[in-house]
C-alpha cells in the first residue's frame, strides 16, 4: 500500500463550524505533513509532524489545529475559518530522513462561504 | 535558506517534440531536488529525485532531469512530448521541510 488517503474529497463550511480532515497512511511513514494549496500555486507547509509530535509550524492561525492520533493518522482541526482559507488542502507522508521523497493525498477541496 | 526557481509560467510544446521544463536552484551543501507533477484537482504526484550520483537522472513516465552543478540548474526533460503530460509541473529542494519552485504548466498540443 503506497497511498495516502485523505477525506472528505471536498467540504463547504461555513465561517462559524466546525470540521475536521483526515489523513491516513499505512506504510510506516514517521513524518506526516499538512499542506495548502491555492490555485495554480505551490503547496505551502503548514504542519510537520515527526514520530507523532508537531515539529514543525509554520506560523499558522490557530483556526486550524493539527491532531496526529497515531503513526498511521493525520487530523486538521478547523474552527471559525476565513473565505481567504479556501484551498486545496493536501497531506503528505514521508519516511522522515532528509532527502525522502514525500508521497502526497489527493487533497481536500475546501469552500469556505 | 534554500530555495528553487521556475523561470518560466508557461511551456507550450507539440506532441512529439522534446521538451524542456527549466529550474534552478539556491542551497548551501549538498542539494536534494526533485520533480512533481499535479493533474487538475489531484495531489502531487513524484517523478524523480537528485541526491548524488550520476548527473542524469531518470523517472517515471520517461522523464529525466540533468543536474548541473556549474549552472545550479535541475531542468526536467522528455524526449518526446505527449498530450497526456500536459499538468502542473513544480521542481522542489528538500532539506527538513520539502519546498517548491512556482510552478510551471506545461501544455502539449497535437
Known amino acids: 500500500d503506497t497511498e495516502v488517503t485523505q477525506t472528505p474529497k471536498h467540504l463547504v463550511m461555513g465561517m462559524t463550524n466546525k470540521k475536521s480532515l483526515k489523513c491516513e497512511q499505512h506504510?510506516?511513514?514517521?513524518?506526516m505533513y499538512w499542506y495548502k494549496q491555492k490555485a495554480k500555486k505551490p503547496p505551502e507547509l503548514m504542519f510537520v509532524y515527526s514520530y507523532e509530535k508537531l515539529s514543525i509550524n509554520e506560523s499558522v492561525p490557530s483556526r486550524f489545529s493539527p491532531e496526529c492520533p497515531n503513526s498511521s493518522l493525520l487530523n486538521l482541526h478547523l474552527h471559525a475559518l476565513q473565505p481567504e482559507d479556501s484551498a486545496l488542502y493536501l497531506c503528505a507522508s514521508s519516511q522522515g530522513q532528509v532527502g525522502e521523497k514525500l508521497f502526497f493525498g489527493s487533497g481536500t477541496q475546501l469552500s469556505v462561504l | 535558506a534554500q530555495s528553487v526557481a521556475q523561470p518560466e509560467d508557461q511551456v507550450n510544446v507539440a506532441e512529439g517534440n522534446p521538451l524542456t521544463v527549466k529550474c534552478t536552484y539556491s542551497?548551501?551543501?549538498?542539494?536534494?531536488l526533485f520533480w512533481y507533477v499535479q493533474y487538475p484537482n489531484r495531489g502531487l504526484q513524484f517523478l524523480l529525485k537528485y541526491i548524488t550520483g550520476d548527473n542524469l537522472v531518470k523517472g517515471s513516465y520517461g522523464f529525466e532531469a540533468e543536474f548541473n552543478k556549474s549552472q545550479t540548474s535541475f531542468h526536467l526533460k522528455k524526449p518526446s512530448a505527449l498530450v497526456s503530460d500536459s499538468a502542473l509541473y513544480f521542481c522542489a529542494v528538500r532539506d527538513i521541510k520539502l519546498t517548491f519552485g512556482t510552478g510551471t504548466q506545461l501544455k502539449v498540443e497535437l
Open positions: 506504510m510506516g511513514h514517521r513524518a
Open positions: 542551497v548551501s551543501g549538498n542539494p536534494y
